[in-house]
T-cell receptor, first 113, second 117 residues
Framework: SQKIEQNSEALNIQEGKTATLTCNYT??????LQWYRQDPGRGPVFLLL?????KEKRKERLKVTFDTTLKQSLFHITASQPADSATYLC????????????FGKGTKLSVIP | DTGVSQDPRHKITKRGQNVTFRCDPI?????LYWYRQTLGQGPEFLTY????????KSRLLSDRFSAERPKGSFSTLEIQRTEQGDSAMYLC???????????????FGPGTRLTVL
């Protein structure tokens, strides 16, 4: 069955450093993948979408890569700030033609001043 | 604030009672989704509407769960005979229809936190 794994439940980094979060998927090949941010007690907020034919996508301090050979997406936040502290969720669709999202458990990022 | 609203924000009920949640999506969005999220987990898909048609339904959605979107605008999610295992955050999301095969972001509401005692 399809499986999505985000490599760590929690990641602590120093302010100003680059945070790198990993999302691995197995047993299928999603056509795209989305990343969301979720703050405690709130719904997820969309950050970036990357398609299978795109290697990299950027938005301000955020960068996402998509390696269909490794079945992996990396999410980078450069020059991290304490305000970046949140849980980050990886979300590919479960299969072709489906508009629902299958979320990973998320990685809780803490940026330490 | 994404423009998606949910009501109530919190609900405490006793086991065996019925509860109903409401979601108002962004007005021009014709796709609406319900997800459930428990502590430490990502949201799990429950069901999806395109306009008033319920097009996808998860196996997680037991017979006690029913969702409607009668006029293709707001949606309700009802849980009958609640169980303690139903305690979770229930999230609603909406997205526009950009054409077949178009992929787009989902806008989430703040969620309804259900506690079943």
């Amino acid at each position: 069955s399809q499986k999505i794994e985000q490599n760590s439940e929690a990641l602590n980094i120093q302010e100003g450093k680059t945070a790198t979060l990993t999302c691995n998927y197995t047993n299928y090949s999603p056509a795209y993948l989305q990343w969301y941010r979720q703050d405690p007690g709130r719904g997820p907020v969309f950050l970036l979408l990357i398609r299978e034919n795109e290697k990299e996508k950027r938005k301000e301090r955020l960068k996402v890569t998509f390696d269909t050979t490794l079945k992996q997406s990396l999410f980078h936040i450069t020059a991290s700030q304490p305000a970046d502290s949140a849980t980050y969720l990886c979300a590919p669709p479960p299969g072709a033609g489906s508009y629902q999202l299958t979320f990973g458990k998320g990685t809780k990022l803490s940026v330490i001043p | 604030d994404t423009g998606v609203s949910q009501d109530p924000r919190h609900k405490i009920t006793k086991r065996g009672q019925n509860v109903t949640f409401r979601c108002d999506p962004i007005s021009e969005h014709n796709r609406l989704y319900w997800y459930r999220q428990t502590l430490g987990q990502g949201p799990e898909f429950l069901t999806y509407f395109q306009n008033e048609a319920q097009l996808e339904k998860s196996r997680l959605l037991s017979d006690r769960f029913s969702a409607e979107r009668p006029k293709g605008s707001f949606s309700t999610l009802e849980i009958q005979r609640t169980e303690q295992g139903d305690s979770a955050m229930y999230l609603c999301a909406s997205s526009p229809h950009l054409g077949a095969g178009a992929y787009n972001e989902q806008f989430f509401g703040p969620g309804t936190r259900l506690t079943v005692l």
